[in-house]
């Protein structure tokens, strides 16, 4: 079983930037991939992105691509969510989960644990 504890979040204006933080634990975590999700007020949770450990490959959201980054550090279990260029639409708690699989990653039945969330909130 792999544990992710998620930090950072925040508020900020639009236009700015900030980085979420993904620390996982676990005996075999390597072999998952690491995804982010969002959920804003009033409206499902909706996929971001996802990081492989075993190939590096990431997948974003239509939304988001070419303004958030997905990374990971392997000697600290940690993923992280660059995100810039913020607008209102990004506003909403996100939250950090893994999955040993590798297809499928939008779909939230695909995600085995997931963290507590932290909230970002975009001032326009």
């Known amino acids: 079983q792999v544990q992710v504890v998620e930090s950072g979040g925040g508020s900020v204006q639009a236009g700015g930037s900030l980085r979420l933080s993904c620390v996982a634990s676990?005996?075999?975590?390597?072999?998952?991939?690491m995804g982010w999700f969002r959920q804003a007020p009033g409206k499902e949770r909706e996929f971001v992105g996802a990081?492989?450990?075993?190939?590096?490959?990431?997948y974003y959201a239509d939304s988001v691509k070419g303004r958030f980054t997905i990374s990971g550090d392997n000697a600290k279990n940690t993923v992280y969510l660059q995100m810039n260029s913020l607008n209102a639409e990004d506003t909403g708690v996100y939250y950090c989960?893994?999955?040993?699989?590798?297809?499928?990653?939008?779909?939230?039945?695909?995600?085995?644990?997931w963290g507590q969330g932290a909230q970002v909130t975009v001032s326009s």
């Open positions: 990081i492989s450990w075993s190939t590096g490959s990431t």
């Open positions: 676990g005996r075999t975590f390597r072999r998952y991939a």
């Open positions: 989960a893994a999955t040993e699989r590798l297809i499928g990653l939008t779909a939230l039945v695909v995600w085995d644990c």
